[in-house]
């Protein structure tokens, strides 16, 4: 049997740090208190950044250069 290889694209974002980032900036928008709306939306900001970090594992990863080597080529 042939396999083929699953490619995604190189920036798709993480779909679990999308959905935490919008509960945060959801309840920082119906919360009262100013200081934790600031941290709400400061937490939505990490989880953003954090979303466009996370590499797929079906991506290719590189191969790293100069490490031990495993066969005795």
Request: proline fraction near 7%; glycine fraction near 8%.
């Amino acid at each position: 049997m042939l396999r083929r290889q699953i490619h995604t694209s190189a920036g798709e974002p993480s779909f679990f740090y999308l959905m935490m980032a919008e509960s945060c900036f959801r309840r920082a928008a119906s919360t009262r208190n100013p200081k934790a709306g600031a941290t709400l939306r400061d937490l939505g900001r990490d989880y953003l950044a954090k979303a466009n970090d996370v590499t797929s594992m079906l991506e290719p990863q590189p191969l790293q250069l100069g490490g031990p080597q495993r066969f005795g080529f």
